[in-house]
């Protein structure tokens, strides 16, 4: 096996050897196993795949979760595990496919209870560039061998898709636990068309007597007529290999029944069996119904629901035996009901009831990014569920169906959502919210199909399927076009008119938190976590930002001289009063306040000569300087950004005395909505989604264009203690084609500061459909009400969002006034 060696056979000396080589090779000849390395070449990262913990010495890993990654020189590629101690970078997305990261310090770790099994750890890495150096040199990845240490070529586990430690048997999704991922699950396999022998089966109604009694199981013939996502429940300590449940509801001539798939049977069959599947099913077992779980609506399928007991498929004990029926084979005579479904329009949505199932079908026109949030079921181990927001519509309203779809472990459809595609959403459950339009979020039991997945499924002769299809063909492309889009902040439904607490509830949608809370929760966001939080305190400066060249956020970084000057004025016991030259190279000009008081408006621009104008308003505002202090401020750093400021009487001293400033409060690019087109497509979707697990030639190293950063505010909030302030951005929905437009309700208000934070938007919207393109108000004139919110008590509700990176994106969505009368 010598001569065989990958090491031992090709290199012939360490020069030679490429980097990971002489890296093998170095931690195979020293005493310590360990190696800092003083060479900084780059390794392109090939993929990055997680799965559940092994107990070491009683102490779980963070999260509970352990990560391998698969790195390339470009000669040779080596599975390596990430040391628990960085498994942050992987949680914030630094540490990510398809990007060069330079390993500083590994150890090769030997199976003490294993021969012939060990693996290089990562100990120590520094994460490199946006684009890989390494990976455009490479023509097939797939070709390049596996290093492997000598004397382990016939490791399989660093050969296979299995994780390091030997004791897991498979990977998890990335980002979720609902998705099936690796080279174990099963699809497309062929049904059979062997002749069946159906004259001894039994019926769904005869089970259940069949439970209570002794009872030898016959076989089953039956129709697949719901399906429900994967169900993971592994745990620590847990000797299952594949502790996976997925229910389905199935059907014959006398009514239905639930079926559980368990453990290994799921990815031997679970991708295999959908909805209008036949299936044979012989050595099945019978178990009480868990009541405990959600149930597809199925009234309109007119069956009967045998709902006391389910059917059980397991690996063993019996192991059962699942037979896939070819369309081919299946025969009238059998009687197995045809799958029925009840499709909604959207002019419909109205009238149905709150929690109701329904099915729908519309074009999409805006596919919000994919976000994160926490299942806050889980116990033990953290669990994720990905979601989006999609607006489509179907004609028959002037508004959108708005969807809050979940995975629903059909990550390739999941991911290829975009505008212009017929989407398809099965049991949907209907969401009334007062002072928001219906939205319809998924449930266990909902399936999703768009262009391309609709050949052959059981909906497509549904007459409100064939009525939508008519109607797209009216449609032109480059109309529906100019009204779509995708990306950015998207938040759904709108928050209330007023904020109320109820000490006796702690599942309020959006908790109550205090300032030091948060600080927690923004350093434990994860990679695009998406959370809701409302803190108490009050406004004490604010900024109005207004990016006039898109090479400052090209990067998708935060404006220069902007976020980061304001974190660096508010350091506690820093010089907060402007320098000198910020003084003596400044104009002003009067603006009215909404108590009609005068306030002194500084702007400082290169070049600028004032008027005979703006030197008598000087003049005017130097006389009455003694009536109120500054509060108006116009700074550019530079030419490309101006910022228009605020600060309540009160700020210059509180500023002093916090003990605390986070300073995230920026606007990103990632923030923004954009349109779609189809010569944008692929960049636009892997902007748009999750880091993939594995590196593609097709993913592509291009980012999206850069778009001109629109205006926001960016506004200080003091806690209720004054002990801690946090930035926050604002940016005002302006333009009814906005998606944040749909649903919103648009009360006229006065367009002072409070009342724009409180509603979220500009008072008229301005709608380009209907040529009232009206002209914005100026920030001036917005700004210069801001005194309202002197000393004022607010409730701000925040989100946040981990978008990578240093990047925590901490918008405002509404900001309540507390009276007397709102106190709960």
């Given at each position: 096996m010598e001569g065989n060696s990958p090491c031992s056979s090709i290199v012939t000396s360490l020069s030679e050897a490429s980097f990971l080589q002489r890296t093998l090779e170095r931690l195979s000849s020293t005493q310590s196993l360990r190696l800092q390395t003083e060479e900084a070449e780059a390794v392109a990262v090939l993929a990055l795949q997680r799965y559940l913990s092994e107990q070491t010495e009683g102490q779980q890993q963070p999260g509970g979760y352990s990560y391998d990654v698969t790195v390339t020189d470009g000669v040779w590629r080596a599975k390596c595990f990430v040391h628990p101690r960085l498994n942050h970078l992987v949680h914030t997305n630094c540490l990510r496919t398809g990007t060069d990261v330079t390993i500083t310090q590994c150890s090769?770790?030997?199976?003490?209870?294993?021969?012939?099994?060990?693996?290089?750890?990562?100990?120590?890495?520094?994460?490199?560039?946006?684009?890989?150096?390494?990976?455009?040199?490479?023509?097939?990845?797939?070709?390049?061998?596996?290093?492997?240490k000598h004397g382990m070529e016939r490791s399989a586990v660093l050969q296979s898709d299995v994780p390091l430690h030997v004791s897991r048997k498979h990977y998890l999704s990335l980002w979720n636990t609902d998705d099936p991922e690796g080279d174990i699950w099963t699809s497309g396999s062929p049904s059979s068309e062997t002749v069946l022998d159906v004259s001894r089966i039994t019926l769904l109604c005869s089970l259940e007597s069949s439970f209570r009694n002794a009872w030898k199981s016959l076989p089953l013939l039956v129709k697949i007529i719901h399906k429900s996502r994967l169900r993971y429940y592994g745990k620590f300590g847990l000797k299952i290999d594949y502790p996976y449940q997925a229910y389905f509801e199935v059907a014959d001539q006398s009514g239905t029944m639930s079926l559980v798939l368990w453990n290994e049977l799921c990815p031997e069959f679970y991708q295999r069996l959908n909805v209008g599947t036949v299936l044979y099913l012989q050595n099945y077992t019978l178990k009480q119904s868990y009541s405990n779980r959600s149930r597809p609506q199925m009234d309109h399928h007119r069956l009967k629901s045998f709902n006391s007991i389910e059917i059980c498929l397991n690996p063993r004990n019996p192991a059962s035996v699942i037979t896939v029926v070819s369309p081919k084979s299946v025969l009238p005579q059998w009687g197995l009901p045809e799958v029925s479904y009840q499709f909604t329009t959207r002019s419909e949505l109205e009238k149905i009831a709150n929690n109701s199932a329904c099915d729908i079908i519309g074009l999409v026109t805006f596919v919000g990014r994919v976000e994160r949030v926490k299942n806050k079921g889980s116990k033990g181990q953290e669990k994720y569920w990905t979601y989006r927001w999609v607006h489509a519509v179907d004609g028959t309203s002037n508004h959108p169906f708005i969807l809050e779809v979940f995975s629903s472990s059909q990550p390739e459809i999941f991911s290829s959502i975009c505008p212009m595609t017929y989407l398809v959403c099965t049991q949907m459950r209907v969401c009334q919210v007062e002072g928001s339009l219906p939205y319809l979020t998924s449930s266990c039991e909902t399936q999703m199909f768009i262009t391309g997945y609709h050949k052959g499924q059981p909906y497509v002769s549904d007459p409100k399927v064939k009525s939508f299809i008519q109607w797209t063909k009216t449609l032109k492309d480059n109309i529906v076009l100019q009204k779509t889009a995708v990306g950015g902040h998207y938040s759904y439904p709108h928050p209330p008119k007023t904020f109320t607490q109820s000490v006796n509830d702690a599942s309020v949608q959006v908790p109550l938190v205090a300032a030091a809370d948060l600080k927690m929760e923004m350093e434990t966001l994860q990679y695009r976590e998406h959370k809701k939080l409302a803190i108490q305190g009050q406004i004490t400066a604010i900024r109005y930002v207004k990016v006039q060249n898109e090479s400052q956020v090209a990067e998708g970084k935060e404006v220069p001289g902007v976020s980061t000057d304001i974190c660096e004025q508010t350091i506690p016991g820093a010089d907060s009063h402007r320098s000198t030259a910020e003084q003596t190279d400044s104009e002003s000009v009067t603006s009215p306040s909404a108590g009609g008081k005068k306030r002194r408006l500084e702007r400082r621009r290169p070049g600028h000569k004032m008027t005979q104008k703006e030197h008598e308003q000087e003049q005017r505002g130097t006389e009455s300087e003694t009536e109120e202090p500054l509060s108006l401020q116009l700074h550019s750093s530079n030419q490309d950004t101006d910022v228009l400021s605020w600060e309540s009487n009160s700020w210059l001293r509180q500023r002093q005395e916090v003990s605390e400033h986070l300073c995230q409060g920026g606007l990103y690019q990632d923030s923004i909505s954009r349109s779609f087109t189809f010569d944008e497509k692929k960049v636009l979707l892997q902007w748009n989604n999750l880091q993939p697990t594995r590196w593609t030639p097709e993913q592509t190293a291009d980012t999206v264009s850069p778009l001109i950063c629109p205006r926001y505010y960016q506004v200080t909030i003091l806690g209720i203690n004054k002990q801690?302030?946090?930035?926050?951005?604002?940016?005002?929905?302006?333009?009814?084609?906005?998606?944040?437009?749909?649903?919103?309700?648009?009360?006229?208000?006065?367009?002072?500061?409070?009342?724009?934070?409180?509603?979220?938007?500009?008072y008229p919207l301005r709608d380009r459909a209907n040529h009232t393109d009206l002209t914005p108000l100026e920030p001036e004139e917005i700004l210069a009400t801001a005194s309202e919110l002197e000393d004022t008590h607010v409730v701000c509700l925040l989100e946040l969002c981990h978008l990578g990176g240093d990047k925590v994106e901490v918008l405002i969505n509404k900001v309540y006034r507390v009276t007397e009368a709102s106190l709960v």
């Open positions: 090769f770790v030997y199976n003490e209870r294993r021969l012939g099994h060990g693996y290089m750890c990562i100990e120590n890495v520094r994460c490199g560039a946006e684009m890989s150096s390494v990976l455009p040199r490479i023509k097939d990845v797939g070709s390049l061998p596996m290093l492997v801690i302030a946090v930035d926050a951005a604002y940016f005002p929905v302006v333009s009814s084609s906005e998606p944040r437009a749909v649903g919103l309700p648009v009360d006229p208000h006065s367009n002072t500061m409070l009342s724009c934070l409180s509603s979220g938007f500009l």
